[in-house]
């Protein structure tokens, strides 16, 4: 009986350190309060915090900003250990703010905003933040520069990363050739995420126009909602198979180097 019960015992323990490890849910708007307590900061130190906004995307959908860092932020946090925050689905939308669907915050109302949301992940405890940014432009320049402002207030570690040109490499490994916006890459991504969400019916090469040479040309409205990165390279072609390889392979590059830069910033007592 006594074996019986100390067996029980090295149960309880073993089960008590493995929840320590692990909490029941790794997204801060699901989990409780007291658990939140329980883990940051004495085991969990870091935290995702998606951002991205609404505009068009091709044949994909208007969120695909905020899909495609919000599914990245699921795949990688328990491999880093971290909680993700809740993903900031309005943003500095820009050249494409016209087109149906779309929204745009200006500088003024999002630079306050998101310097206000990072300040409150530190007061929680976080000392790692990191944004995983799925739009580009203007948000990345104000997100950039906010993230190193608190930084340095606070005493927190700030990294901003724009997936799909961190990514470009990936890219060209499983297609062969660069992509663009809602084009050949970061229509895979969401395909691998979910099918659903791509309506290639609706798909025509006369919806793309690459992007212009520095200082060549500029349209506001940019005319076309696919926007590649080089002429006559990045059409989307709905590949099931190549798609999920390339949503694994980025998901494994981006967790990889966020557990680089957290480990440098670890050994220069940062």
């Given at each position: 009986m006594k074996k019986l019960l100390f067996s029980f015992s090295l149960a309880l323990i073993a089960?008590?350190?493995?929840?320590?490890?692990?909490?029941?849910?790794?997204e801060m708007d699901r989990i409780n309060w007291m658990e939140f307590a329980d883990f940051v900061p004495e085991h969990i130190t870091t935290v995702l915090l998606p951002t991205g906004t609404l505009e068009p995307h091709g044949v994909i959908n208007?969120?695909?900003?905020?899909?495609?860092?919000?599914?990245?932020?699921?795949?990688?946090?328990?491999?880093?250990?971290?909680?993700i925050a809740p993903t900031l689905n309005y943003g500095i939308t820009g050249s494409m703010a016209a087109f149906p669907g779309a929204f745009q915050i200006t500088e003024e109302a999002y630079r306050p905003f998101i310097r206000d949301i990072l300040k409150g992940l530190a007061k929680n405890g976080f000392k790692n933040i990191i944004i995983l940014n799925g739009h580009g432009g203007g948000q990345t320049k104000v997100l950039q520069e906010v993230a190193a402002e608190v930084a340095n207030e606070l005493g927190v570690r700030t990294l901003v990363l724009n997936w799909w040109s961190f990514a470009s490499d990936i890219t060209f490994e499983v297609f062969d050739e660069d992509g663009g916006h809602a084009g050949l890459n970061e229509t895979a991504y969401i395909q691998a995420i979910d099918p659903t969400l791509v309506h290639k019916e609706k798909y025509s090469t006369d919806m793309t126009t690459a992007y212009p040479a520095s200082g060549t040309w500029s349209a506001s409205p940019f005319p076309s909602s696919i926007g590649l990165y080089k002429e006559g390279q990045g059409y989307p072609n709905f590949d099931q198979a190549q798609a999920d390889e390339?949503?694994?392979?980025?998901?494994?590059?981006?967790?990889?180097?966020?557990?680089?830069?957290?480990?440098?910033?670890?050994?220069?007592?940062?």
């Amino acid at each position: 009986m006594k074996k019986l019960l100390f067996s029980f015992s090295l149960a309880l323990i073993a089960h008590a350190a493995l929840a320590q490890l692990n909490p029941s849910t790794r997204e801060m708007d699901r989990i409780n309060w007291m658990e939140f307590a329980d883990f940051v900061p004495e085991h969990i130190t870091t935290v995702l915090l998606p951002t991205g906004t609404l505009e068009p995307h091709g044949v994909i959908n208007n969120g695909a900003d905020n899909t495609a860092p919000t599914a990245m932020a699921k795949y990688i946090a328990e491999n880093l250990n971290a909680l993700i925050a809740p993903t900031l689905n309005y943003g500095i939308t820009g050249s494409m703010a016209a087109f149906p669907g779309a929204f745009q915050i200006t500088e003024e109302a999002y630079r306050p905003f998101i310097r206000d949301i990072l300040k409150g992940l530190a007061k929680n405890g976080f000392k790692n933040i990191i944004i995983l940014n799925g739009h580009g432009g203007g948000q990345t320049k104000v997100l950039q520069e906010v993230a190193a402002e608190v930084a340095n207030e606070l005493g927190v570690r700030t990294l901003v990363l724009n997936w799909w040109s961190f990514a470009s490499d990936i890219t060209f490994e499983v297609f062969d050739e660069d992509g663009g916006h809602a084009g050949l890459n970061e229509t895979a991504y969401i395909q691998a995420i979910d099918p659903t969400l791509v309506h290639k019916e609706k798909y025509s090469t006369d919806m793309t126009t690459a992007y212009p040479a520095s200082g060549t040309w500029s349209a506001s409205p940019f005319p076309s909602s696919i926007g590649l990165y080089k002429e006559g390279q990045g059409y989307p072609n709905f590949d099931q198979a190549q798609a999920d390889e390339y949503f694994k392979k980025v998901n494994s590059k981006v967790s990889a180097f966020i557990q680089d830069i957290i480990k440098k910033w670890d050994m220069a007592g940062l």
